[in-house]
């Protein structure tokens, strides 16, 4: 998701079951090369490790990506840039400091980790009642992540939440 302020584009990388690791479907040199000299080779702007090291190596491809247009086109609007990895609380514990000591940060271009429970508990504490209160609440508090091996059905997220 995409959500555009006056003075900031966040990209918003959900992740329910899915993680980060990610790599390139696809090896060919032409992408890679697109990828490292587009925008006026912008790679080399906000980022501290080589390519085939992000995208192969470290498998943080799809952040990768989303790095690198995400702060093009914040730095197009002269406009602050947030890329934000949306989890559960149980799980990515350690991408902030796996993939920003690939990136290049500044006043304006942040990587940061953010949980369903953290959204979950800001919305219970500071949002005024409201039907939309309610109806977000019960649906994190609803979600399920399917069934386990022995038939039991598995809540998605690690509640109640501890204010």
Not at 132 to 140: E, T
């Amino acid at each position: 998701m995409i959500v555009v302020s006056n003075d900031a584009i966040f990209f918003l990388e959900a992740k329910l079951t899915a993680t980060n690791i990610t790599r390139s479907k696809d090896h060919n040199d032409l992408k890679k090369k697109k990828y490292l000299s587009g925008g006026g080779q912008w790679y080399k702007e906000v980022f501290l490790s080589d390519y085939d090291t992000l995208a192969n190596k470290e498998k943080k491809y799809e952040l990768l990506r989303f790095w690198l247009i995400g702060s093009w086109i914040a730095n197009q609007k002269k406009s602050n840039f947030f890329l934000i990895n949306l989890v559960r609380s149980e799980c990515e514990h350690d991408i902030e400091s796996r993939f920003n000591r690939h990136i290049k940060h500044s006043q304006n271009r942040k990587f940061i980790r953010i949980t369903w429970e953290e959204i979950y508990n800001y919305i219970n504490v500071n949002s005024p009642e409201s039907n939309a209160k309610s109806m977000i609440l019960s649906y994190i508090e609803h979600k399920t992540l399917g069934y386990n091996r022995l038939g039991e059905l598995q809540s998605a997220f690690a509640l109640p939440i501890k204010l």
